[in-house]
């Protein structure tokens, strides 16, 4: 009898969780692809390819193509370098610069694009004009609005994906098997290059190909910087596409289309990563645990230590401070001066502007919201997942694989096909079409901790609770609740921190009164409103840093 | 057996913590020298310090006539000029390399010719009967196998030293068993000295032409096998090689008894050397007890706690007064029940101070 009524509490559960995935992930995507194939009653290919082979889609598709690629093969070099000076290296201040490195998650980077379009535009940054009026240039010494400029802005941005994969993987790696390398008499370069590069060669390539999936379908920084000289990617011509034609067929059509695109490169990206990983993941890591082997840098050790330091100055220090600064200007193009700078931006968009006021409430509400449910939701399709074994999982596993293969811009394009009133609910201008579509883009995020918080928690515990005379929602709620908390918690703030400056998905959504924080600096900063964009920038940094900080006080607690 | 490898005086200190303190020995052509000892007890510092991982804090370590570490002559060789063969507790064979590529690594390092190479990879090979396996990656060998390409890699270049670090204690037991006696044969056809750490004693022993005996980095005793069996030169060697029994005796000016009020059986006497101690420990092995009648006035009383039997021997716990001991029985001979009193004689008893 027991059994019969928890079978049941287990279809439910299931059920909820296909429902949920299905209405919010799974229903916008197909009608996507519905409305590309589909045309007035037939199926119809060669449409699609014909609107492909237009130039201008044709364009973004080749632009986003080199600018992921130049991105991704930026980063993977940045972050592997500095993974491995600041794991296997002798260099000095090490750990103070492996935070450092992660900075650049935190900040969102069309704030930094904005920046560097202050410091490096060709006529009127900063260090342009700096090298033109002092020391005799004739033109700008590097151009921003270019294929170089926007992939050097995206790989400031987005090395640490690799970063962070490669030092987990050299920090775990077992350093027997660099020692028994030279003890057989390789030095170390040898050894870097024929044992440790390529034993953690899988983590490269599989941090490579997240950047590249995040810089197919990045909307910021082509956005901010490419407009100039008509550069422009996938996500940048739907969203010109949907905002200018105010939602026409054709060009719902055109933007259903690229959004195709970006599915299906996105699901061979992830396609080939799990490939790589679950092939070519060596167990590599080891039992006893002495101290790795640090390469002596010698000569090399200072040059290289100087060489961080101004990397991190130039690249995280400098666009910070200059957003600040320009935030506090009252006309922007006056010098910084103590005269020029005040805090009268920041106390009008928080006290007075409504535009602001309104865009950082919209954020932090819709923010709080989408992760609180995102964090239930995500844990209760997590338990499906991970610990049930029930008929039908298999669809659960594969819609579950779904939010993480879904770029934002192609989410915010289903949300408005499924709910602006074709199937009887109209949420389009609301906050509520915001909400949802934050749901969706973040669900990937909830799924992955609380599954990982969820493999920890081994079968046995709930069958010794049940064993005790436990019911099947009394070993739920007292044993795995309490035990996958922490991944709660983590799924909350991974959520929480993100949507507060989100921009991909809300660009495409907003409304005048549903502004969010990202939509408002970007669309200030469109219209030239440069020092209180700058300012709502600054503010958003902070709260980003604070909020950053606050939880990594948490955490560490929690692991001590 | 002149030495060839030779540590003077070497000593490692972490901050405050000594882990090796002044260690001195040599080891000959050819000899397999064993360190054992508990985890934690500066044995494989040691041989890290002889390998070249690790830095001395004091001391020399020399390789024939070549000075390999001085940190008083400002002298040090790197691991790779020091031309050792090493064996790792985990392994560590490299998985994006064939069984037939890890074993030719160190012999590409040294730029010899393509067909030398391959005939001393196959050598290798064939010494530890890998040759089936040349193509494969080690990831799909078992832990012997993982093992034996290991080995096999080691001996490529011929060294004059082989360092090996518990290679055996992430094998299955019958197989640890069985490698034992592969890595003796190696040595024996190749001829070169092994350092072994371990802290099993028995693969100490079927191994080694000597054992050195370390504790919390200082050396215990060293010597043959035989010599550390029969005659341990403290209580610490003696609880670490084999079964024992330690009683405290309770020594009052002339008189001593055991905790209880249990008398020294007759004829007992406490050494002459321990004259000055309170408290000392009277060592036994379980194997080397015999049973006496129950009233003999030479031996040493107790009642039968407990009697199990596992198979070949049967198993005693004595009670002594208010301490228990262990002894054990060939199966066929009769022996007293539980419950019942009992005399027993130690067959080589030994005394220690009680704190060794």
């Known amino acids: 009898m027991n059994t019969k009524s928890s079978f049941g509490v287990a279809q439910i559960i299931l059920f909820l969780s296909i429902a949920i995935l299905v209405v919010v992930v799974a229903f916008p995507v197909l009608l996507i692809l519905f409305n590309a194939f589909w045309v007035e009653d037939h199926f119809n290919f060669s449409g699609a390819i014909e609107i492909l082979k237009e130039p201008e889609t044709f364009k973004a598709l080749i632009n986003s193509l080199i600018i992921a690629g130049m991105s991704t093969i930026g980063s993977t070099i940045v972050g592997t370098f500095f993974a491995w000076l600041v794991t296997r290296t002798d260099m000095p201040h090490k750990r103070f610069m492996k935070s450092m490195f992660l900075v650049p998650f935190m900040l969102p980077s069309f704030i930094g694009a904005m920046a560097w379009k202050m410091l490096l535009s060709p006529n009127a940054g900063f260090i342009n004009r700096f090298f033109m009026d002092n020391l005799g240039f004739d033109g700008p010494i590097f151009n921003l609005y270019s294929y170089y400029g926007i992939s050097a802005v995206e790989v400031m941005y987005l090395f640490p994906f690799v970063f962070i994969q490669v030092c987990g993987a050299l920090e775990r790696m077992d350093p027997t098997l660099e020692e028994s390398a030279r003890i057989s008499g390789a030095g170390l370069f040898t050894i870097t290059r024929k044992i440790t590069i390529p034993l953690v060669l899988p983590s490269i390539l599989s941090g490579a190909l997240l950047i590249m999936l995040y810089s197919m379908a990045h909307f910021g920084t082509v956005a901010v910087l490419g407009i100039e000289n008509g550069i422009y990617n996938i996500p940048v011509l739907i969203y010109e596409r949907i905002h200018q034609s105010g939602g026409s067929f054709e060009s719902i059509r055109t933007g259903t289309v690229l959004a195709t695109v970006l599915v299906i490169s996105a699901a061979c990206i992830i396609w080939a990563q799990r490939k790589i990983l679950g092939s070519g993941h060596y167990q590599i890591i080891g039992g006893k645990s002495f101290r790795p082997m640090e390469l002596k840098l010698r000569g090399l050790k200072y040059p290289l230590m100087f060489f961080c330091f101004a990397y991190i100055a130039f690249t995280i220090v400098l666009p910070t401070v200059v957003i600040f600064l320009v935030g506090g200007l009252s006309t922007y193009g006056l010098s910084f001066t103590p005269e020029n700078l005040s805090l009268d931006n920041f106390k009008f968009i928080l006290f007075e502007y409504d535009v602001t006021r309104d865009a950082i409430f919209n954020s932090v509400t819709l923010g709080l919201t989408a992760a609180i449910i995102t964090m239930f939701a995500g844990v209760m399709i997590s338990y499906v997942i991970v610990k049930m074994d029930v008929k039908g999982k298999g669809i659960l596993e594969f819609l579950g694989m779904l939010p993480f293969s879904v770029p934002g811009s192609v989410i915010a394009l289903g949300v408005i096909l499924a709910w602006s009133g074709q199937f009887g609910i109209n949420l389009y201008n609301t906050v509520w079409i915001i909400l949802v579509a934050y749901i969706a883009r973040y669900m990937a995020f909830s799924l992955k901790a609380n599954s990982a918080a969820l493999e920890q928690v081994h079968d046995s515990l709930v069958e010794a609770s049940r064993a005790c005379g436990a019911t099947m929602w009394q070993s739920l709620k007292d044993i795995v609740l309490p035990l996958v908390k922490p991944g709660m918690f983590a799924a909350f703030f991974l959520i929480f921190l993100p949507s507060l400056r989100e921009l991909t998905v809300s660009i495409m959504l907003y409304a005048p009164t549903t502004r969010t924080i990202g939509v408002a600096i970007y669309t200030l900063n469109e219209d030239g409103e440069t020092v209180i964009s700058c300012a709502l920038a600054a503010i958003a940094l902070i709260i980003i840093i604070v909020g950053q900080t606050v939880i990594n006080h948490f955490t560490k607690k929690e692991s001590e | ?356």
């Open chain 2, 1 to 356: 057996m002149a030495g060839f490898v030779r540590l003077i005086g070497v000593t490692k200190r972490f901050g405050d913590v000594t882990a090796v303190n002044n260690l001195n020995y040599e080891i000959g052509k050819g000899e397999c020298f064993s360190m054992l000892g508990p985890s934690g007890c500066g044995k494989t510092t040691t041989l890290r310090m002889v390998a070249g991982f690790e830095d001395l804090t004091e001391g020399e370590v020399w390789v024939g006539d070549q000075l390999f570490s001085s940190p008083a002559k400002n002298h040090y060789t790197p691991p790779e000029k020091r031309n050792f063969g090493m064996v790792f507790q985990a392994f560590a064979v490299w998985p994006h390399l064939s069984v037939y590529e890890n074993v030719a690594f160190p012999l590409r390092i040294r730029k010899l010719s393509e067909s030398e190479i391959d005939q001393r990879t196959m050598d290798a090979l064939k010494a530890t009967n890998l040759v089936a396996a040349k193509d494969q990656s080690p990831d799909y060998l078992s832990g012997g196998g993982k093992q034996r390409v290991a080995l096999a890699r080691a001996l490529a270049i011929n060294p004059d030293v082989m360092l090996l670090d518990e290679p055996l204690s992430s094998l299955d037991p019958h197989l640890r068993e069985e490698m034992r006696f592969e890595i003796k044969d190696l040595q024996m056809k190749y001829g070169f000295s092994i350092i072994y750490v371990t802290h099993d004693q028995s693969e100490a022993m079927a191994l080694s032409d000597r054992i050195l005996v370390m504790k919390l980095g200082v050396v215990q005793q060293i010597d043959t096998p035989l010599n550390i069996y029969n005659n341990p030169a403290n209580k610490f060697v003696f609880s670490f090689i084999g079964l024992s029994n330690f009683l405290a005796v309770n020594q009052d000016g002339s008189s001593a008894q055991l905790p209880g009020g249990v008398a020294l059986p007759a004829g007992v006497t406490v050494p002459d050397r321990l004259a000055g101690e309170s408290v000392v420990s009277w060592a036994s092995r379980p194997s080397e007890i015999d049973f006496l009648p129950a009233d003999d006035p030479t031996g040493l009383h107790g009642v039968v706690n407990r009697k199990a039997f596992l198979g070949e021997i049967i198993d005693y716990q004595i009670q002594v007064g208010e301490q228990t001991l262990r002894v054990q029985k060939g199966r066929r001979d009769p022996g007293p029940e539980p419950g019942e009193n009992c005399a027993l004689r130690f067959l080589r008893p030994f005394w220690y101070k009680e704190d060794e």
